[in-house]
């Protein structure tokens, strides 16, 4: 239920990307971390990718992460899209063409992605008034640099960090400048100029800001996160400060209270960040740990590769029932015209799949896994058909269960096989779930903890088992910010720790993938879990 109540607060809309985005060249470019699929020339996207590999590398030096000992498997790198200008972001990610969204990031078990334009929007008029709001828009690669922290931070630092250290740490990031030997980190974000200029400073307002938002909880939380960020990170005087911090909030204090003790005397704090703010840029220059070049492999994709590229960008976003038959339709023409290219097959499975047409996506994923035995993406379909099936038929769950096993061993330390098998028990009342799965699960977790899914799932586990504590360190992310629903969430908490365990395990369970709602179906969870979150005394966002 709780998968359902997020995603039913959240808008629905329909997708219809502009035919003119695309263009026939299409380039494919692999790095340690990354897979790159670019509509640009060779050049520009060989350099693209290095910056995204030079990001991680800066990441794990600032961090403190240890670089991977082993190469990372292909299904763990992320996929990032990147083409069209940024008008086409909004149209992929809402609808239409004036969000004002720069990029995107989806964090999955089954493959993160994400999306990027090429170049911002081309001016199509002259005002002085749009050429200054042009310039005030994030960069393309700033968006991708933002997002890609977050999900290197649930990857290799998970800790609920509250929203404007997590979006303020992110911005730090967003605009690193690469130099031939070194990276440059501090400048301001001049996207977040006008907030830093305009909205005076209030440690109160930023630190426990309140439930309902006002004009000025964007700009703190982004443009004065990242100032408090900044400061906290490139003084020498105030680093290591966040990690009391976040002991203090581990051990129930306010956030007001946490700060206190961290931080010290908050009017000291609020004078040093006006300094800051009212002086020049305190910037870092640090030399690469490893000074090489960042290996690039790119090849240019052939006809197939690039015919199927505006399908599988849809498909990779995902698609609503609408959506879902026109993708179809359109795969249906590719497969037609390029019946033997498994690239093509694949994203035919995936689009399939996703309009609940499993008879022809298990037959597409068999025919992959012919030409293919080792495509663990054609496994995970394979199997997770079986899964969607069992909703109807649960002597399916051991032939989902045979064949997530199977895609295991294909590649053992891909998340969303171990996911899939823990769900088959999960799902199968017949039998206890045992240990093998709920070990399954939590290597899903270590391996994708930017999951909400197999979070959530993670949680239900630790709560059947009476590890209260552990669940609320896990569920953290869900419950420290200022939503009504956390504020439900929180309270749920609350009772299952005095003994009414029923109401938090049943909001926490994990809807069955074969369970299908339709819009109206999601419009009427919605109302009933607004109606829940005013029972609770909490408001709605």
């Given amino acids: 239920m709780m998968k359902r109540a997020l995603a039913a607060l959240a808008a629905t809309t329909s997708l219809a990307l502009a035919p003119a985005a695309f263009a026939a060249d299409w380039f494919r470019a692999e790095t340690e971390h990354f897979i790159v699929y670019a509509e640009d020339d060779q050049d520009d996207t060989v350099e693209f990718a290095q910056d995204l590999e030079r990001l991680d590398e800066v990441l794990s030096l600032f961090t403190g992460v240890k670089t991977d000992a082993e190469p990372l498997p292909e299904s763990s790198k992320v996929t990032v899209f990147r083409f069209g200008e940024t008008s086409d972001m909004s149209v992929l990610l809402a609808g239409n063409r004036n ?24 001016r199509r008029d002259r005002s002085l008034r749009n050429a200054i709001d042009e310039d005030m828009m ?34 730090l990031f ?53 100032l408090i960020a900044s400061h906290l990170n ?68 052939n006809e197939a590769q690039a015919a199927r590229m505006e399908t599988m960008i849809k498909s990779k976003r995902g698609v609503d029932e609408d959506r879902a038959e026109r993708v179809v339709r359109e795969a249906r023409k590719l497969v037609a ?29 068999s025919q992959l896994l012919a030409l293919d035995p080792q495509s663990t993406e054609a496994a995970n379909f394979y199997a997770a058909v079986a899964l969607r099936r069992s909703f109807e038929d649960p002597s399916q769950l051991a032939e989902a269960r045979s064949r997530f096993a199977a895609a295991n061993k294909l590649e053992t330390d891909h998340a969303f096989p171990l996911y899939g098998y823990y769900l088959t028990y999960l799902f199968d009342e017949s039998q206890p779930i045992p240990d093998q799965a709920k070990i399954a699960l939590e290597a899903a977790f270590s391996y994708a903890p930017f999951d909400i899914n197999v979070r959530q799932a993670l949680i ?15 569920g953290a992310s869900f419950l420290n910010d200022n939503s009504g629903y956390s504020c439900m969430l929180r309270k749920k908490f609350d009772e299952y720790s005095a003994g009414d365990k029923e109401p938090l395990l049943e909001e926490v369970r994990p809807d069955h993938p074969g369970d299908y709602m339709d819009e109206a179906a999601q419009e009427a969870r919605q109302k009933e879990t607004e109606a829940e979150i005013e029972k609770y005394g909490c408001e709605t966002d």
């Avoid at 999306?115 to 081309?122: E, G, L």
């Avoid at 239900?460 to 896990?474: C, F, G, S, W």
């Fill in 337 to 365: 015209q390029y019946p033997q290219s498994p690239e093509v097959l694949l994203t035919a499975t995936e689009a399939e799949f996703d309009a609940r047409n499993y008879n022809e996506a298990e037959r597409l994923a």
């Fill in 234 to 301: 490139l003084n020498p005087e105030r680093r290591g400060q966040m990690s009391e911090y976040m002991v203090a909030i581990g051990e129930g204090l306010s956030p007001m209270e946490a700060a206190e003790r961290a931080f010290g005397d908050l009017d000291v704090l609020h004078d040093e960040l006006e300094e800051f703010r009212r002086g020049a840029a305190r910037t870092l220059r640090v030399p690469y740990a490893v000074n090489a070049e960042p290996e690039v492999e790119v090849r240019k994709l």
């Fill in 99 to 122: 969000t004002g969204v720069g990029g995107f990031f989806i964090g999955r078990a089954n493959g993160s992605v994400a999306f990027v334009p090429r170049q911002r929007n081309k």
């Fill in 460 to 474: 239900h586990m630790l709560l059947k088992e009476d590890r209260a504590n552990e669940a609320r360190i896990v």
């Fill in 174 to 226: 967003s605009n690193l400048e690469f130099n031939e030997d070194d990276f440059v980190i501090g400048d301001v974000p001049t996207w977040r100029s006008a907030s830093l200029t305009t909205i005076p400073i209030d440690l109160e307002k930023t630190f426990d800001p309140p439930a309902r938002g006002d004009r000025t909880t964007v700009g703190r939380t982004y443009a004065h996160g990242w």
């Fill in 138 to 171: 994030l960069d393309p690669k700033a968006t991708l640099f933002h997002e890609y922290v977050h999900y290197f931070m649930f990857q290799h630092a998970d800790a609920p960090y509250p929203l404007w250290y997590s979006e303020g740490f992110a911005e």
